[in-house]
């Protein structure tokens, strides 16, 4: 057996939400790129469709 | 504040979290960022970066898509497929060029001119002219092909070049169904031949993406089935480097000029403006302030994160559409690795991790002699 221990820090959950609301202002003014990423939970078409 | 828990593991399930950790790309990061990737992804830096980039290029970009589809369409209909470019026997391996800093501070051009390369040449729109001016050429690699997936017109710039008019005959282009009429013009000016595809964004909604009802639309009498859509995760480069393994099928593809990032000097912002080349102006804002000190908060560091590149020994720093485009690359790299080898030449820049092969240009077409 593994003895594990985890040191469990306390966070400011306020603090933490006023940094992600700013990382979304950051992302939201810092220009849209070229294009889109695609997502799908079908592994086989997520790089490649042969015939669409 | 703190507070100290613990538990009792098997060593087969500690293992088996350890693969899990690795698998996920977070070898070299922390207990805690994975966890909190699992059980709080939609609300991970990551995931939220991406979420909206997604509504980004939807508010930005999906009219225009529509509107470039549209006036493309009876030329797509009357076009070549890429499927057209599968090879007979496989390409033994595929360079992929991007226009990424690194490629100019390396000399990777000239380096490749002078090789004896014999693999398929992919490279993205932007670098073309620049590739063909220090000797990468079709008439030196007869394999080559060029990517277009940017659908604004002013790409049409990089195929107006007397250079690139000159090799054109002999250059494959593979182009996105909603690029700009006039890009399409101007790289049938430039004598190529067109090789569609269609790039992948929402075909996961189904019947009702346009995804799917532009592949339906885009069927004709002399393309039946079709044309093939490749995922292009947000970028050029990674749109080559998905085409160089499924359609030329290349089973292993080097990457050159792939920073997906700024080459910065060390940790404390020192960096070098002239190798940029082009940014965002918020990246010069941001750069300032953290080399000043004027704002160190967490969200400036995870939207503008200055990293350490432990393969090629160096810095880089990261605007948001770079993190975005970088973050899909490596995760895709890493799923992919059965199916194909990456090897990343960069000599620099944001990708490395699980399943990329870090190795010096020159070092690499060395062992291909």
Redesign the interface.
Known sequence: ??????????IETDK?NV??????A?????????????????ND???????? | MSENISFDLDEKTYQKLLEKKENMGFKNKSWNEWFSNLIDEENSYSKILENIFEKKNYDVYFDDWIKNFKNNLLTIQNGHSAKKLIPEKEYPSGIIIGGGPSLKKHNHLKILANSNFEGAIICCDSVLSKALEEGVTPDKFKNFFVVVIDTQSHQKQWFEKDIVKKFGSKIKCIVSTTVHPSTYEAIIDSGMEVYWVHALFDYDKGKTSFNYISGIMSRSEKNQKGFPGIQTGGNVGTAAWTVSWNILKCPEVILIGIDQSYPIENQNGEIDFNSIGRAHPILYEYVEKIKSGKDNSESVKQAFPITFNPDFNCHYIQDPVFLYYSNALKEFIQKTQNKVKTINATEGGAIFGNGINSIKFNEYLKLKN
């Open positions: 057996m593994i003895k594990s221990n985890f040191n469990v820090k306390k933490e940094d992600k609301q700013k990382f979304e950051l992302i939201e003014s810092s220009g849209v790129g070229s294009h889109m990423v695609f997502r799908t939970t079908e078409d997520e790089f490649f469709i042969e015939e669409l």
